[in-house]
């Protein structure tokens, strides 16, 4: 799946800052953070809808979403958890409540961060 | 609050033969969107197949079909003639009116055996 990618794939920390990038090339303007832990199904953190966020309420604040124009998502982290260890994935869609929205999303291949 | 709930935590079949999955949810709603998405070993998420509510027809692709059973709650997913790579994770999921939302069951193991 190239539509979608995301960098990096594997990220190691101890307690420092990072940022996860996303960018898709299907022309969607609705794009999404799901953090997947072990073993679980995956989770919405953020959704950007035609770049106004809706946030999740229960994810921490030290995880801040930017969305610089419609095909780029950005994950900003700061001091991370070992509770942030997990797959983060990007994904994108039509815009939600949109005539050609059918609510299916595209995956990115998923950004795995391992906090020491 | 939607919920989404799949109670088959691992499946396993050999191959060539058919499998079943069940999937209930829960919703206000009048109006929604089911789907199931399959994650394979490598981690890749991939969306297979959508029921709307307001279709009584069951969706069709390929070898994967629906069950749906609009007064149970119920979007079970079946696989006919399984492969060797059907074998991964299968999300059951559902969309809320807003269209903001999808929520995803806990997921259903499958391997298919040579």
């Known amino acids: 799946n190239t539509k979608i990618t995301q960098s990096p794939r594997y990220l190691i920390l101890g307690r420092a800052n990072k940022s996860l990038e996303c960018e898709q090339h299907?022309?969607?303007?609705?794009m999404y953070w799901y953090k997947q832990s072990a073993e679980k199904p995956p989770e919405l953190m953020f959704l950007?809808?035609?770049?106004?966020?809706?946030r999740n309420e229960t994810v921490p604040s030290r995880f801040i979403p930017e969305c610089p124009d419609s095909s780029k998502l950005l994950l900003h982290i700061s001091a991370v958890d070992p509770e942030d260890s997990a797959v983060y994935f990007c994904?994108?869609?039509?815009?939600?409540?949109?005539?050609?929205?059918?609510?299916?999303?595209?995956f990115g291949e998923g950004s795995k961060l391992t906090v020491l | 609050a939607q919920k989404v709930t799949q109670t088959q935590t691992s499946i396993s079949v050999m191959e060539k033969t058919t499998v079943t999955m069940d999937c209930v949810y829960e919703?206000?709603?009048?109006?929604?969107?089911l789907f199931w998405y399959k994650q394979t070993a490598s981690g890749e998420i991939v969306f297979l197949i959508r029921?709307?509510?307001?279709?009584?027809e069951n969706a069709t692709v390929g070898h994967y079909s629906l069950n749906f059973q609009k007064p149970k709650s119920s979007i079970g997913l079946i696989i006919t003639a399984t492969q060797i790579e059907d074998s991964a994770v299968y999300f059951c999921a559902m969309r809320n009116s807003a269209g903001n939302k999808l929520t995803f069951g806990i997921g259903t193991r499958v391997l298919v055996r040579p």
């Open positions: 919703t206000q709603d009048s109006s929604y969107f």
């Open positions: 299907l022309g969607h303007n609705a």
């Open positions: 029921q709307d509510s307001y279709k009584k």
């Open positions: 950007y809808n035609l770049k106004q966020l809706i």
């Open positions: 994904a994108s869609s039509q815009a939600p409540g949109t005539p050609a929205n059918t609510g299916q999303l595209y």
